[in-house]
């Protein structure tokens, strides 16, 4: 079983995650991902077998045999679905069983494509896959935060699978990051009674020196204070903390604005690119009909894309503190020339 | 100008380094760092010359022309030293000039080595130069706080210097990281009336599961909830939130279960292995006598070692929450296993 340990001096969270290492020694100088790619890939269509049981899939009406979407359990998952959360106390230190879930979805049967190059009734599709897992997933009461992700490219902490898929995990407590951006929303809540990236997005859409797309529903902007080089955020320009409630006319433009970014991301950084996608979605914190619910005015949704352009040193360790060379404005200027084309 | 901006949600800082780009749009797919060595070391011996001008030394009483240790400030500085602190709103947004200090200590005349190679009496100069330099920088007010930190080995973010050497920066404002560990102490005196990390260390102590070396003065081990494999951190057995007003004494006990440490990490993970080495010292809080004092209770100082074994992804971005494979009982196991040898 995985363990939750938290850092008795910053309370921060961390996974031991034993059950994944085939033997826990394999610390050599042998690198998380391998450019080489699998010979038989378990994502690709026909070889459905290979994967766990669906957990669903989007397939043709027409020709159940072939699908859009699917996604199914991790073979070795991070956290384990089954079991009652166990709290425990070591003297000063908290440690809590591994429970949570671990899930895939394939984003499209095509073997060598991204956001990119996907057209954006797949990506749609995508978006929708996100909405109806989190959905299923925020039943469950165990779990406080339901995380999205996608892992692309070499640098990106990437499986050895290149198969685009995203990943999400139920965790049984509210990770770090996501309580700093409520505990600013909040501050900033109770001092002016408005939301926080409610005031950041109209502020960018006043001034124009950070957006990068701005489409009937989503802002792209490369945000004031970015921590990497062409980080961008894309955010419902109308407030709403739940991904969840996204309308279908939302979410097809939502497909839009992310190919688009991505096609101009890659044609200034190459084909090669790495890049992390996190869907910033609202915790799971007050029971509602057995439903958690978070308090609107207190988060507002957003994807952060990260591209995986510079390695973190012991600076950044040991402060928090990020160094990047490339102003915003200059990103966004960039991407820009490259959208009006 | 480097400029500082706070992110309006997280209130974390990030420093805007146009400066140190040779153009701004370097961000084609080449690494940051390279494996090949520099033709003509900078840090060498004889090549003194190829460095700005030295802010200390620490040389051959009968012969001057040798030294053990040298700092002089870095040629790109990440921080500029000269001006005055300028804070400014822009909007919602918050900007600071970036005003600080960025400096290299060169750790040894030899140029291919590394802590777990150099004798212990060079170690010991090189924390006694991180002492002699923070007391320099704390006298300066405008600074917050003084990092120390070492990245070494290609994974680390290092550059490409490969001649063994530290950085120092101090910093217009207290780093999130080190605010975080502040008010974790501060939360746990007032409930306890204790030092956190004095409760960590008696408690590792007893217990004797995760404690790699205990010596005179020092603890090493791997803490209760590592984010990275092998990590590790070295502390004061007797309660100090100052790493200037250390010892005689204790710096050479320091020096000796720091080379310890290393040689150990090096047998395990082989000599290629990458770390990043962080001193954690107390922030500089309350004026006095036109010097930073932090109350004693609030900090215990320490450093963490961060070997660089895997790539950081997606999930951690996301939420600040770290998997790690390794669990620390195991790795104080195989690296006890070696020094009792």
């Known amino acids: 079983m995985p363990e939750l340990r938290k850092d ?5 969270w961390i996974i031991i995650a034993t059950e994944r290492a085939k033997r826990p020694y394999d ?39 072939k699908w859009w979407v699917r996604g199914f359990p991790v073979l070795s998952p991070l956290l384990q679905i089954e079991g009652d959360i166990d709290q425990k106390g070591f003297g000063i230190y908290d440690s809590m069983n591994g429970i949570g879930a671990h899930e895939i979805i394939v984003e499209t049967p095509e073997h060598n494509t991204s956001f990119a190059d996907m057209n954006t009734n797949q990506i749609e599709k995508v ?6 897992r989190i959905i299923d997933l925020k039943r469950d009461q165990r779990f406080r935060y339901i995380l999205v992700f996608k892992n692309h490219g070499v640098e990106s902490g990437a499986s050895t699978i290149k198969h685009s898929h995203s990943q999400i995990i139920a965790l049984p407590v509210t990770p770090k990051k996501i309580k700093e951006e409520l505990e600013g929303a909040k501050f900033h809540y109770k001092f002016k009674e408005r939301c926080i990236f409610c005031d950041v997005i109209n502020q960018e859409i006043l001034l124009d020196e950070r957006v990068i797309i701005k489409s009937d529903h989503f802002v792209v902007i490369a945000p004031w204070a970015p921590r990497f080089p062409f980080e961008t955020w894309i955010l419902p320009i109308k407030h709403s903390h739940d991904f969840t409630t996204i309308s279908k006319e939302e979410i097809m433009d939502l497909a839009f604005v992310t190919k688009s970014f991505f096609r101009a991301l890659i044609k200034i950084i190459g084909e090669n690119i790495s ?24 988060f507002h949704w957003h994807i952060e894309i990260i591209p995986r352009l510079k390695q973190i040193a012991g600076f950044e360790w040991g402060t928090g503190f990020y160094i990047n060379h490339l102003p915003p404005e200059y990103a966004a200027k960039e991407l820009k020339k490259i959208l009006n084309k």
Chains 1, 2 share one sequence.
């Open 8 to 12: 008795p001096i910053t309370n921060s």
């Open 27 to 65: 610390y050599k100088l042998t690198p998380d991902n391998d450019s080489k790619d699998v010979e038989k890939c378990p994502f690709c269509p026909g070889n459905e077998e290979m994967t766990p049981p669906e957990l669903f899939s989007y397939r043709y009406p027409d020709n159940k045999s």
């Open 127 to 132: 978006f929708w896959a996100y909405r109806d």
């Open 275 to 298: 890049y992390n996608i996190i869907l910033h979605d609202t915790p799971n914190l007050i029971p509602h009909e057995g439903y958690w619910k978070t308090v609107s005015k207190d």
